[in-house]
């Protein structure tokens, strides 16, 4: 049974390109998380997601961030427009359901930005 | 803004020593916490989830939840140089937001041979 699965595990951006962060859940979950984790810092919830529909994209900045969950294939975290503030990793998590929360992390995408 | 404390180390034990990782939290409506434990490089992995008042032992590993004290801690016994990491204090949202893990910092923990 396949975890959480992201890719690509890294990747490199120019100022000014966009970014395409892809998160295939675990088998059976449909709750989907991105955290982003800066250096130094800890992990900051981005924006839950269930099929089809964003829950909840509070910890997600206004501008040149958004995500996505479709009915067939992965989710997808974009970014616009990227800055060099914008490296860190991303990590996607899923659960099964909400009443133990319990979220499985993927191995994580790693945003370098030149 | 919902916080979650923990010392950030370094810690360093000796093998086979008990290491304890402490947690406080500022949401008092929080009823989930979890420990994951992440190396250097890598993704968080879940060690433990805890939702009641007490201990939960699974293994070496031993969660302890106070919610009057909203604290919460994680032992390892018998600790071992593969145990050597960052151990994340995660906490639910609490109400209406329950899926959204708030995160600490995290304690770096260092078991020496």
């Known amino acids: 049974n396949a975890g959480v699965m992201q890719n690509p595990r890294h990747l490199v951006r120019r100022r000014g390109q966009e970014a395409r962060l892809r998160c295939s859940p675990m088998?059976?979950?449909?709750?989907v998380y991105w955290y982003r984790q800066l250096p130094e810092e800890g992990l900051k919830f981005m924006v839950y997601?269930?099929?089809?529909?964003?829950?909840?994209e509070s910890g997600m900045p206004k501008e040149r961030f958004s995500a996505e969950f479709p009915k067939e294939g992965p989710s997808i975290l974009r970014i616009q427009q990227v800055v060099r503030g914008d490296s860190a990793a991303y990590f996607c998590?899923?659960?099964?359901?909400?009443?133990?929360?319990?979220?499985?992390f993927g191995a994580g995408t790693r945003l370098s930005v030149l | 803004q919902k916080e979650v404390e923990q010392n950030s180390g370094p810690l360093s034990v000796p093998e086979g020593a008990i290491a304890s990782l402490n947690c406080t939290y500022s949401?008092?409506?929080?009823?989930?916490f979890f420990w994951y434990r992440q190396y250097s490089g890598k993704s968080p992995e879940l060690i433990m989830s805890?939702?009641?008042?007490g201990d939960k032992e699974d293994g070496r590993f031993t969660a302890q939840l106070n919610k009057a004290s909203q604290y919460v801690s994680l032992l390892i016994r018998d600790s071992q140089p593969s145990d050597s990491a960052t151990y994340l204090c995660?906490?639910?949202?609490?109400?209406?937001?329950?899926?959204?893990?708030?995160f600490g910092k995290g304690t770096l923990l260092t078991v020496n041979p």
């Open positions: 997601l269930q099929k089809e529909n964003i829950i909840d």
């Open positions: 088998k059976g979950h449909s709750h």
């Open positions: 998590a899923s659960s099964l359901d909400r009443v133990s929360n319990i979220q499985y």
């Open positions: 805890i939702y009641s008042n």
């Open positions: 995660a906490v639910e949202g609490g109400g209406g937001s329950n899926y959204k893990l708030t």
């Open positions: 949401d008092r409506v929080s009823q989930s």
